[in-house]
């Protein structure tokens, strides 16, 4: 069974930068995909960012040139590097895994999920 545990939230001023981290557990999937969504009060959880097992990437719009997605395979973490922070971004941050090397943003498609991390963004 797949544990995540995200990491590296917290309240930080607009313009500035956090590093959100996900580590998992009991992961032995080959191919796989992984993503970061978040969801703010009153609005749907969406699809952030998302990185699979062959190494490709998609990036929200809404975030594309702010936040870059990574992960260390040795260490089985997922981290997601936010930059030029707004207070739009302010949301709970969450990780998910699929079993599957194709990445989507329906929240759906993910068999397991963190708990999340919160990310607050003051102007």
């Known amino acids: 069974q797949v544990h995540l545990q995200e990491n590296g939230g917290g309240s930080v001023e607009a313009g500035g930068s956090l590093r959100l981290s996900c580590a998992a557990s009991g992961f032995t999937y080959t191919y796989w995909c992984m993503a970061w969504f978040r969801q703010a009060p009153g609005r749907p959880r969406e699809g952030v960012a998302a990185?699979?097992?062959?190494?490709?990437?998609d990036v929200a719009e809404s975030v594309k040139g702010r936040f870059t997605i990574s992960q260390d395979s040795s260490k089985n973490i997922l981290y997601l590097q936010m930059s030029s922070l707004k207070p739009d971004d302010t949301a709970m941050y969450y990780c998910?895994?699929?079993?599957?090397?194709?990445?989507?943003?329906?929240?759906?498609?993910?068999?397991?999920w963190g708990q999340g991390t919160q990310v607050t963004v003051s102007s």
């Open positions: 990185i699979d097992s062959h190494g490709r990437v």
């Open positions: 998910a895994s699929r079993d599957l090397a194709l990445c989507v943003w329906a929240r759906g498609h993910y068999n397991s």
